[in-house]
């Protein structure tokens, strides 16, 4: 096999991993949000409570852009990745 098409495949395996990685991380952030707003509702009747809600959800709300582009990135990746090793595989 040549080093190019091995390269796109591995470029491809990394990509699925990192879809995958993004993935369990929005779940992650999924049930921490869910987590806190358990956590904020009884908080939420007096003003100090709700204060501290709002940190807490911004706490875990800060990461959803990170993992937003993570998983973007591993879609091009395994899209890159993927059509490189196809058209290496005409080629040879």
Known sequence: MKPKFISAIVVM???IAIIF??????NRISSAKGAVNLISKP????PYGEKAGGVLEKQVSQYDTPVRLLLIGGILLAIIGGGAAFYLRKKH
């Open 43 to 46: 908080l939420s009747i007096n």
């Open 13 to 15: 395996i990394i990509g």
């Open 21 to 26: 990685y993004a993935i369990h991380s929005m």
